[in-house]
């Protein structure tokens, strides 16, 4: 009877110390997780903020894109006209009034589309806009044949 007293006891004291290292176990696991929640959720919000600038950055009356935040940007400008012996189909993306690239193409008769694109580092407040060249033209009848897009690809 002593022995299976004694044997109990021994498993009693087993299993507390292996609850006591269960739940400093739990503990430091409940520490991690909040820390990994501060940092997938602080820039998640971070994005956010990013994403709602982002979207007021364009202004569709001037056509002019301002730069919300220092960061890499990708940029589109697709250009569609009827085909003309007389015109060419040339516009120009614009940094800060500097060109950057063109889009540009040329027939006698039919649609003709040109297109180009480039990745830029900008700063807070830069403007990118598209011209097109004296002379120049492109279609467009409500249906966006010709258009101009860009996003930011990361914050830096």
Not at 7 to 33: G, I, P
Request: zero cysteines; charged letters at 25%.
């Amino acid at each position: 009877m002593l022995n299976k007293l004694t044997t109990m006891e021994k498993r009693m004291e087993s299993m507390e110390n292996e609850m006591e290292r269960l739940k400093t176990e739990n503990k430091e696991q409940a520490e991690e997780l909040m820390i990994l929640n501060k940092t997938t959720v602080e820039p998640n919000i971070k994005m956010d903020e990013l994403m709602k600038q982002n979207q007021d950055a364009y202004d569709p009356n001037t056509g002019i894109f301002t730069a919300p935040v220092r960061g890499a940007y990708a940029f589109r400008v697709f250009s569609k006209a009827f085909g003309s012996p007389e015109r060419d189909v040339t516009a120009g993306l614009f940094k800060n009034d500097q060109h950057i690239i063109s889009t540009h193409g040329h027939q006698a008769s039919g649609f003709i589309s040109s297109s180009n694109g480039v990745s830029l580092l900008l700063e807070e407040g830069d403007q990118m806009k598209v011209n097109l060249y004296p002379g120049q033209w492109i279609f467009d009848n409500g249906e966006h044949h010709s258009t101009f897009s860009g996003h930011l690809l990361f914050p830096m």
